[in-house]
């Protein structure tokens, strides 16, 4: 039996087996079986009863096994028995197998030839097709072939076949995660849409997918995506407008790219389409983008990618029929924009209408087209007038953009006219900086037409005087443009504005602006193709032309150099300062100098201490620049160690001056403590030796000194015993176990220590290298700081004051910087609270010492004291300092929290307490900070920490107001003064308060609101006269606690939005029940009405009003007249409000 023969006994549900077999043998590249060769070389009447075999073959299996259990099968029990020939796998296996079949005899169908039950064969697999989930599986894929083929090959019925193979490929491009191959099918497949009925609802599925495959990066990204988009807009006219709205809802996801993209798919569109199509799309598409660029908002999230799009077709300018249409599409809208009365409108036209300028019909004669592009171009200048600067602005990039583009083909009295316009006119335009701004940017523009620079070599030196603009970013784009000036070589940048000029600038000015100036000038005072001796040349030029401006160019030189430059330099400079020096020996690296240098160069560089000082600051300056490239060449840093440690000793005795002193200290810092021995063992004993009174200026560099050769223990050494000597020495020295040694005999300076230590602790370089330091010496100043809390204590005691005792101001500054030292300290240490249970000591301390101090004393003779209380407030008001810095550093727990929540409670109980409110604020303001971030997920539970901590903050808030509150009635004076220091700390914290979820402190608000109207209705319960019955008009009206409370709310949108929630709560809540209470209520609201910001919170709250004022009504005819004014008086202000 040959082949063929068995082949076709096998097509049947008893030879199955055999079926599968033969389809594997296909399959296996090994095997000479060739399924489609076998076909091919069977008779038309053997291919037919193959088919027929095949097509019972199918119906027998899809019915014993039908594709919607194929999916089953592992949910079916172990034990049912069931037939081999419904396994599902089995079944998948032989339905793949006949599309194998099927596939292969249409690859060999002749024409002529009957197909019949082929079809019929087709229709079930098809019907299998529909009927799984889309997917690339075993079945799937080889029929979604077979309907793809038989589209492709024309035969009958395809258009049913073409549109699943569509529509399948469609849903799995959709499906996949590399989608490009299904892409590129659909692409094969586009012609099957000419088939479909856009207007049938059987085909809104597919129209929904189309749409969708604009939202899709896949298809936009692709080549055959962007073909298939293309074709999507030649279906069907009424399909345009779809795809457009749907890209611009979209258009607001996509970033640059994706926009790039989308524009080019409308322009390919537009290029392809003719006829209606044509029409549609520039009328719904094209046109649309264009008002849209001209109608949105700046600020809208499409408005520059509407632009973008835009800005693609008009990039194209120059084809016929690009400025065909532009010219038509614009006629209707773009001239009306241009005189639009809104500025925005205005500004926008202006971007478009100079980015397509001219816009003209090629198809009218020259003399014509020359009309029309001389009318635009007056249009341009009227623009330049326009009154709004953003339109001014716009028009001047134009104005650039048309002259760089055009400058060869217009007239040179336009070109003349917009320049001058431009140069004598925009750029003095005293109104807007932006407009000045613009005229140097856009300046740019023109300068890259070579044709322009003979005409602006005359023009800019007028511009001189805008390099001191009082705007930086107008100087800074002046600066841009001599950049630009220079670059292209149209003119001299010194004749545009003179070297004095700049370097003027240069002193004075911010980095940004500074760091142009260098740029601009270096390659003047800088030249890297020079020689060294030059540069140094041009360096002591600089200076001598405006040193400090020389110090700032040297500043930012690394930027535009190598570091070896820089080094080279550094020792060039070396040698010209070597010839100052006098030779008392043999020294070869000055005889090197001097072979440099003549003798009267020598004798005038030693007279002129300005220019050595000033070389020395350059070289420290320098020296900095490359400090980190040294650190990586070790030669080369050991070499300019070498270089300047051996002259920095005679440096140090021959410019004695106190301008080069400095630079020499800094020189001595970068190098090791070895290289300038002679001076680095002088240091610590000059230090020792500095008076009481220092300034900064003379021991600060000292001290940096110190710390970058790795002595600053030395210097804390020398801190603690200075301090501990000061110490009052006790009177059992037995048991001392520490004795002070210092190695000459210097009286104890306790303020010189702590001006000291401010100042290692207040640089960073510097108390990154105490922080370094071992636990053990900061520890022994830590104690020895917190020793002075005796000294304070004897001072609180003793009214008058031991003269032998260290003074008020050293122990209290010793005891600020012991909780400074805590701070630094507990955030170096990675684990544990030492130093946090130290702070909460010294919490404890204050409690028990200071406290009671705040309480006036009286003194025998009955008169009060008031030497120590104040002491107390100092005291207390330092300490509650240092605790808002460590809360504000986020250094504290919960512990640490509750100490000082529980100290801020003694001090508001103590009797002069209120003058620490405004501190207590801060320590408030932090502490709810650092709680609010935190996600309190049950504040309804009492244990929950946070919600405890934010609870006491606002009972200590509320106790702060009622304090207010008392100090106003007992002492007005005092009271409005301790009002006016606490309203930044009220700010502060109330600003916290409205951010925080918490229920804890929504109380803040409640009592804010609460003592409001307490104070208020106190005032109307006091009217006797009717005259007095007035409504504020403003916070000043108020009574004087109202009037402070009210401006702090007032003074945030966010704060004052959430006392209004509060104000509505409460009247909803029917808190408020009299009418004084609700004429209050009024009062408030008219002093918020103003704002005018929150017009639908008060309506909402005067709506309240409303509902209950006519409860409270009162007669004509009623004794209590005052009542009946406060109520009428209501009445009124309550339909001011409401008519907002």
Sequence with gaps: MSKREAF???????????????????????????????????????????????????????????????????????????????????????????????????????????????????????????????????VELPVHVLCEVWWKKGLREKEKFGRTAFLVALQKSFALKKPGAEI????????????????????????????????????????????????????????????????????????????????????????????????????VCIQDFMQGAILLHRTSPVHTKVRQIVSYFQTRKGSCNVDKMLHKLYRPILWKALS?????????????????????????????????????????????????????????????????????????????????????????DSSSPDVRCSVFKCLTIVLDNAHSHPLLEKLLPTLKYRLHDNSEKVRAAFLDMLIKVKAVRAAKFWDVCSMDHLLARLAIDSPPVSKRIVDLLFKSFFPVNESEREWCCRCITLIQMNPV????????????????????????????????????????????????????????????????????????????????????????????????????????????????????IHLASFMPPTAVPTFSCGVLSKLRRMT???????????????????????????????????????ADKAHTKRKVQIQETVEAKPDLALAYLEYLLSQTATLEKVLSLGAGPLKQLHTVLGNWRSVLCAHLS??????????????????????????????????????????????????????PVLAKRVDDDGAESDKTEPLGRRITESFLTVCRDIFLLGLCDETFKGHILHLCSLILLSEEGYWCIPAILAVLKEVAESVVPEDIQDQEDQEDSS???????????????????RRLRKEP???????????????????????????????????????????????????????????PESVDDMPPLSNVLLSVLLKTPSVTRAFLREIASSLDSDAIGSLNELTAVLHILTIIRPVGQFKAALKSAAVSVQQQLPKLSVTAGDSRDIQRLIYESSVKTLNDILDL
């Excluded at 039950?117 to 989930?133: A, G, K, M, S």
């Excluded at 969708?212 to 009424?238: M, Q, T």
């Excluded at 050293?810 to 702070?839: I, P």
């Design 8 to 138: 076709l006994e096998a097509a049947c549900k008893e030879n199955v087996e055999e079926f599968l077999r033969f389809i594997q043998l296909h399959r296996d590249k090994a095997d000479p079986f060739d399924m489609e060769e076998v076909v091919q070389e069977m008779p038309r009447e053997q291919r037919e009863t193959l088919w027929s075999r095949l097509a019972s073959l199918l119906q027998d299996i899809l019915l014993e096994s039908p594709p919607e259990r194929w999916g089953d099968d592992d949910s079916k029990p172990e034990d049912m028995d069931i037939e081999t020939s419904a396994d599902p796998k089995l079944a998948m296996s032989v339905v793949k197998g006949i599309t194998s079949v099927a596939l292969a005899s249409l690859n060999v169908l002749q024409d002529g030839d009957e197909y019949s039950t082929l079809l019929d064969i087709t229709h079930r697999l098809h019907d299998v097709l529909v009927t799984l989930p889309v997917s690339e599986g075993p």
């Design 549 to 664: 401006a020389a110090r700032k160019f040297y500043q930012y030189s690394y930027k535009h150099t190598a570091p070896t430059n820089i080094i080279k330099l550094m020792l060039c400079i070396r040698r010209v300062l070597n010839s100052c020096i006098q030779r008392d020996g043999d020294v070869s690296d000055l005889n090197e100098s001097n072979k440099e240098n003549s003798v009267g160069e020598q004798a005038l560089l030693a007279k002129d201490t300005a220019l050595v000082a000033s070389l020395l600051e350059v070289v420290v300056i320098l020296w900095r620049s490359v400090e980190k490239a040294l650190e990586h060449n070790k030669e080369a840093q050991q070499y300019t160690f070498t270089k300047f440690g051996n002259v920095i000793t005679k440096y140090f005795h021959t410019f004695e001056d106190e301008r080069c002193t400095v630079p020499l």
């Design 947 to 965: 919600a405890v901590i934010l609870g006491v903050v606002a009972n200590i808030f509320q106790k702060i107001i009622e304090l207010l509150a």
């Design 798 to 851: 003793s009214a008058a004051g031991d003269p032998q005792s260290p003074s008020v101001d050293t122990a209290l500054k010793a005891f600020t910087y012991h909780g400074c030292l805590c701070a630094h300290l507990q955030h170096k240490s990675s684990e544990g609270r030492d130093y946090l249970l130290s702070m909460e000591h010294v919490a404890a301390w204050v409690a028990e010492k200071v406290l």
């Design 184 to 283: 590129q099918r659909l692409w094969g497949l586009h012609d099957v849409l000419l088939s479909l009925d856009f207007t049938s609802e059987e085909n809104k599925q597919i129209i929904d997918l189309l749409l969708e495959c604009f939202h899709r990066p896949a298809y936009i990204r692709n080549d055959d995506g962007k073909r298939f988009l293309v074709f999507l807009f030649s279906w069907n006219i009424n399909f345009i407008w779809a795809i457009h709205a749907t890209i611009k809802n979209q258009l607001e996801f996509f970033n640059r790219t994706m926009t790039s993209h989308i524009a080019e798919i409308y322009f390919r569109a537009w290029k392809k389409a003719a006829g209606d199509f044509l029409e549609r799309i520039e009328t």
């Design 973 to 1031: 004076e005092e009271g409005k003064q301790l009002c006016q220091s606490a309203v930044p700390g009220l700010t502060d914290f109330l600003q916290v308060a409205q951010a925080c979820d918490s229920a804890s402190l929504s109380g803040v608000f409640s009592t804010l609101f609460a003592v409001i109207i307490v104070e208020k209705q106190h005032v109307l319960q006091k009217i006797s006269d009717p005259e007095e019955v007035i409504t």
């Design 340 to 428: 639009a009365p809104n500025f925005e409108i205005r500004a926008n036209a202006t971007l478009l209408f100079t980015e397509a300028f001219p816009v003209h019909d090629p198809d009218l004669s020259c003399e014509n087209v020359d009309q029309s592009i001389q009318k635009q171009l007056d249009t341009v200048m009227d623009l330049l007038d326009d009154p709004h600067p953003t339109v001014r602005c716009n028009a001047i990039l134009g104005v650039c953009k048309i002259l760089g583009k055009c400058w060869e083909l217009l007239p040179a009295t336009i070109i003349t006219d917009f320049l001058k316009k431009l140069v004598v006119e925009l750029a003095a």
């Design 692 to 730: 009481t009174g220092a300034v900064p200026k003379q021991y600060g560099q000292l001290l940096a000194c110190m710390c970058s050769w790795g002595q600053a223990g030395d210097i804390l050494e020398l801190i603690t015993d200075w301090l501990t000597e000061a110490l009052p020495k006790k």
